[in-house]
């Protein structure tokens, strides 16, 4: 059982709290007053209209500052010396960090904190529209004026009208920040973004609560934060139903966020917006796809566009749980960053919508031999005049072997085969970092990576790579921009993926990328003696083209995210990756990463540099996994010609 609406304040205070505050508050000291005003915000705010009793009392008391660890039932903020704690800045917020190390606290994640500021003020700014409000400062202003988008009515730029970051705004968003640890984000958000009615900072580790509030206080955010201590799923559950539910609902858990996802769903209101970050990338991108079964219910694939799998099989998941409740979800930013998934979607309430979601998953067909993959929808719809039919998909797509190679398939998914953004708000986002971009540490990463994200094709899951379509083949690495203009050539469409800076992410069906490498073996002759003892290097080449491959550059071969030079793939930041969980020995953990930090990746680079003796003879088993260099003599020339371009 929890234990989470235990009170931890004195008989006294508590007693106050189950009489009527509006009568007893003038008897109270005003900084008492202020602070049992905070306390009832959530039991009366998140009912909406009238709670019970017993649930306003158990909300108020989850929202007590819980007692210290060692159980004096005092609040350690009233202990605690200025030398226990470390500030912090970020953004607008600053955070006193514990020095023990008993909250987490990760530094590597302000873009995803900065990100979701920026999509929170734009989620914001199109509510608050719709109630005849506009924000002040998220850089919006101008394309305000110039684009009346969707079905929002113009609002006009009365200064009366417009809502700032900081104030409180009774129309405004209800937040839940359900695992929040130090509290910085929910901080940042009551002071960045604008139109907020209240945030809850929920946290069930009592030393977290504890730091919440009193980064509360030192932030002066009273009156829109208000810290609960609580289980997040028992929580979100708690407002399900007919219980006035979330406007955001922000989840950032250690590793994955799959328990909290069903009461998520479930408590955030119709349109509303929920913003998940997943840290167990390694699952998601085949390194345990049973483990990914168990968690996300799908089948990972160790393949190259495995963090756009890994999007796709969170927002799969997603929307498998919206739907057991007649939900579905709409994405409007799906990123991979550094070591994690960080998912922006929107929840609405349609039956009639939820029974679309069969046709909007599919399974995957990935070649074992030449990592060919093919996309299988689920369910299929037929819609004739006003009549909608729903019908299992029809496949497979492949034959028992495949058609190129002739090795086997694995088969990977469900995954969300639907566009992963939604590229008017992309677009909008984009807008309002450009124009804002003093707001964020981060905001030339943000612009480089909505750039490439705009410019991704929607309608194609998954994307080839360009040194795994060379390597299978034994070719040396044709340059991004000729092999970007052959599908040019040959009608076909092609982008990018912000998860990968060698994609190729094209409409055009496997046998034309193929006949495209086919195409360019022939105008770079591959070594006979290397195809000799490889069986799919020499089955494809094998083969003729059905398409003569014109490598000539076209001008709208170079994306104009390359072309402007913006940061679109950042190097991983110093002391990148998930953090440890607080208050488990962290200190000897974070010292031994930071000591090992790039250790084995250098050891890597080190026999990287050593040509590889398997390769050489012309067979090596571990192929792109192989410790010691594939790239030989002329190969290594365009190889490091191809990075030199992405990095210009
Ligand atoms: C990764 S940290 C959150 C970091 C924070 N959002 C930030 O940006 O700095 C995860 C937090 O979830 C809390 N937590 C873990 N399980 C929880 C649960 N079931 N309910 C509520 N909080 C939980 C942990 O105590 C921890 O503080
Ligand atoms: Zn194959």
């Known amino acids: 059982m929890l234990t989470r609406f235990k009170p931890a304040v004195t008989i006294s205070s508590t007693k106050l709290f189950s009489q009527n505050l509006s009568g007893c508050a003038s008897l109270l000291k005003p900084g008492l007053k202020k602070l049992l005003y905070k306390r009832n915000i959530p039991g009366n705010s998140f009912s909406g209209s ?65 990100l979701t500021v920026a999509v929170i003020s734009l989620f914001a700014e199109e509510q608050l529209k719709k109630k005849g409000l506009s924000v002040g400062g998220i850089g919006l202003e101008q394309s305000d004026k110039e684009t009346t988008t969707d079905d929002l009515p113009t609002v006009d730029q009365d200064p009366t009208h417009m809502v700032q970051a900081g104030d409180k705004c009774q129309d405004g968003l209800t937040v839940l920040e359900a695992l929040s640890a130090t509290g910085l984000r929910a901080i940042r958000f009551a002071k960045e973004v604008p139109g907020i009615r209240e945030i809850v900072a929920n946290d069930l580790s009592r030393e977290a609560v504890s730091s919440i509030q009193k980064n509360i206080t030192h932030n002066g955010v009273d009156d829109l ?6 289980d997040a799923s028992a929580f979100m559950y708690e407002h399900r139903g007919k219980q006035v539910k979330f406007d955001v609902i922000d989840l950032d858990p250690y590793g994955s966020p799959s328990a909290f996802l069903d009461s998520a769903v479930q408590s955030v209101k119709d349109g509303g917006l929920l913003c998940i970050t997943c840290t167990d990338a390694a699952v998601m991108c085949g390194n345990g796809s049973e483990t990914c079964w168990t968690k996300y219910g799908s089948m990972s694939l160790r393949a190259k566009y495995c963090h756009e799998m890994a999007l796709r099989i969170v927002l799969s998941c997603l929307d498998r749980h919206a739907n057991r409740y007649h939900r579905y979800i709409v994405p409007q930013l799906s990123l991979f960053a550094d070591f994690y998934c960080r998912v922006f979607v929107r929840v609405y309430v349609s039956q009639a919508q939820a029974k679309r979601s069969a046709s909007k998953q599919a399974m995957v067909y990935h070649c074992s031999g030449c990592d060919t993959f093919n996309v299988q929808r689920i369910g299929r719809i037929v819609e004739k005049n006003r009549s909608v039919k729903f019908h299992p998909g029809n496949g497979p797509p492949v034959g028992p072997a495949c058609e190129h190679c002739s090795a086997t398939h694995q088969i990977g998914g469900p995954i969300w ?9 992309v677009q909008r986002l984009l807008s309002s970092v450009e124009n804002s971009a003093d707001r964020f540490n981060t905001a030339q990463r943000m612009v480089g990576m909505l750039s490439v994200v705009s410019e991704e094709l929607p309608d194609c899951p998954m994307f080839y790579c360009l040194d795994k379509l060379a390597s299978v083949v034994r070719v040396n690495c044709p340059p991004l921009l000729a092999v970007r203009s052959a599908i ?25 990328i193929w006949d495209i490498m086919r195409g360019w073996a022939k105008l770079n002759p591959v070594n006979p003696s290397r195809l000799s003892s490889d069986a799919v290097a020499s089955t494809i080449l094998g083969k003729e083209p059905g398409i003569e491959a014109n490598f000539t550059i076209r001008a709208d071969a170079n994306p104009a995210s390359r072309q402007k030079g913006l940061k679109r793939f950042q190097e991983n930041p110093k002391y990148w990756g998930p953090k440890a ?9 974070e010292d031994r990463r930071k000591r090992l930090q790039g250790k084995r990746q250098q050891e890597q680079l080190d026999l990287k540099q050593f040509p590889c003796k398997r390769f050489k003879q012309g067979h090596c088993e571990y192929g792109d996994e192989c410790r010691y260099s594939h790239e030989l003599g002329d190969q290594e020339n365009t190889t490091s010609s191809t990075v030199e371009q992405e990095k210009e």
Do not use: W
Not at 56 to 67: H, L, N, V
Not at 417 to 425: N, S, T, V
Not at 488 to 505: D, E, F, I, R
Not at 582 to 589: K, L, M, T
């Open 50 to 114: 009238m709670a019970t009793k017993t649930e306003q009392t158990s909300q108020r008391t989850s929202t007590e500052p819980p007692s210290d660890s060692n159980g004096t039932g005092q609040s350690d903020h009233t202990t605690a010396s200025p030398s226990d704690y470390t500030i912090v800045k970020e953004g607008k917020a600053e955070i006193l960090f514990p020095n023990k190390n008993k909250v987490f606290y990760n530094p590597v994640q302000e873009f995803n904190r900065d």
């Open 225 to 230: 934060v208000v810290a609960n201590h609580a």
């Open 417 to 425: 085969a639907e566009p992963l953004h939604d590229a008017g708000f």
């Open 488 to 512: 040019l050539h040959a009608g076909y469409q092609v982008s990018l993926s912000h998860t990968c800076k060698t994609a190729v992410k094209t409409d055009a069906p496997p046998h034309v």
């Open 581 to 589: 969980r607080a208050g488990r020995g962290e200190e000897a953990q």
